[in-house]
Every structure is written in structure tokens, then in C-alpha cells.
């Protein structure tokens, strides 16, 4: 159990540090994009008509934190031996593997997302934006370890849940 812990804690991690973060920077990784919207010739509002976002929403924020909390208290359930936290584990774990597993593949392939999502607009000159210079812009907004630990997260959430349940069964 105490490997299932450490997954869990190290999950944790990032979904404390990766929201804190873009609540506060992700005001100016949404006007970098819009900007480079503008550069691109088309007006910001582009962005929202197609579910494009950069800005933390208050759902999203306590969302992410509640995700945290839960991992850490079942981390150092798990760690402390308790039945509980195996149970609890049991139930939480096939959640975070799907339901984040796939809310972080979309922030990992975010230039694949924003292809597509552009790609889809009955608007022939939303299929012309430039995806991966609409993201640089909004990354570069961002701190540079960022992009990191949003992949980190994306393969504890899916890759180290799997392993978790494994563990769980043994």
C-alpha cells in the first residue's frame, strides 16, 4: 500500500501547483493568445466561440484543488494502513484514471485540441489559424516548468492510476 500512497501523493502534487498557477497567470496566457489572434486576423472573441481557454474558472480551480485533497488524504490513509483508504482507493482511482485521464489529455495534446476545434468551425478562415502559434503564445505566458508538470500529471493520472489498481488487487 505504500507504493499506492506514493502514487497518490505525487498525483496530488501537481493539482495543487498547476491550477494555483494558471488562476494566476492564466489571465495573461489568454490575452498572449488573443493577441496572436489579432496578429493572425481574427478578432479574440474566436478563442471563446470554439471552448478555446486559457483562464482558470472558479469550478475548474476548486475542481482541481478538491482533486488534491482527496488524493492526499488517501495518500496518507494508504500510508498510515487504514482498510479505508484501501476501499476508498478502490473507488476514487477508475475515476481519476477516466475522468482525468481524459481532462488532462486534452491540456497535453492542447495544440491537437485547438487544430481540431478550428478545424470544425463552419468558418473557412477559423481552418487557417495557426494552432501550434496560438498555443506557443499562451504557453509563453505560462512558467516554463509548467508544460512539464502537465504531462507529469496526464501520466500519474492515467499510467500511475493503472498502477495503482494493480497494486490494489495484489
Known sequence: MTLVA??????AAPFFAIPVTVWFRGGAAQEA???EARRQGHAPEVLARHGIAFREKRWE?????SIAVTLTALGLLNLAG?????LLSWIVEP??????????AGQVFATAY???AFARSADPAVRTIDAPALIGAANSAFPGWLRALVHVRF???TLGSALALVLLAL
Open 33 to 35: 493568445a488573443e493577441a
Open 82 to 86: 487504514s482498510p479505508t483508504g484501501r
Open 61 to 65: 480551480f476548486a475542481f482541481a484543488l
Open 155 to 157: 501520466v500519474l493520472a
Open 114 to 116: 485547438t487544430r481540431a
Open 6 to 11: 506514493i502514487l497518490q501523493l505525487l498525483l
Open 95 to 104: 475515476l481519476v484514471l477516466l475522468v482525468v485521464g481524459f481532462i488532462t
